[in-house]
């Protein structure tokens, strides 16, 4: 399960991962895109931004953009995972839910950090749960 208290941890990659492979229905290697490596990649460009920031010589600049194109990415991801799930198990979805992962969508829409795509995760596992949708 995700780690909302530690945005590092790296169950929140393994549940990126597992998101991702979720909404494919696929292995690890069906879909480039379902790897943990990505996650802990975003993790370490946050973690790098955030100590940038404190530095005697602050590369802030290059280590933001390499952090925000990761965010980026990731939530490219996980939007397109979840309209999958939209498009694909629509009759199945309660009003509920397709609020829940149209939410998501938005949250993942606006300028997404670390915070906001771990939450994202979160709340959409839920409702993949909720449909029984399982990886590979």
Do not use: W
């Not at 829940?100 to 829409?109: A, C, G, K, M, P």
């Not at 795509?117 to 709340?123: D, G, L, N, S």
């Amino acid at each position: 399960m995700i780690n909302l208290e530690n945005l590092l941890s790296d169950n929140n990659a393994m549940s990126y991962e597992v998101l991702i492979r979720r909404a494919h229905q696929c292995s690890r290697y069906k879909v480039p895109e379902a790897d943990a490596d990505l996650y802990r990649s975003l993790q370490r460009k946050a973690m790098s931004y955030e100590q940038s920031k404190n530095s005697i010589i602050p590369k802030t600049q290059n280590h933001f953009a390499e952090y925000m194109q990761s965010c980026g990415q990731i939530s490219a991801y996980i939007d397109t995972a979840i309209e999958k799930v939209l498009i694909e198990y629509y009759s199945r979805l309660n009003t509920s839910q397709k609020n829940e992962l149209t939410s998501i969508q938005d949250l993942l829409s606006t300028t997404p950090h670390l915070k906001e795509i771990t939450e994202a995760i979160a709340r959409a596992e839920k409702v993949f749960l909720d449909l029984e949708l399982y990886p590979q």
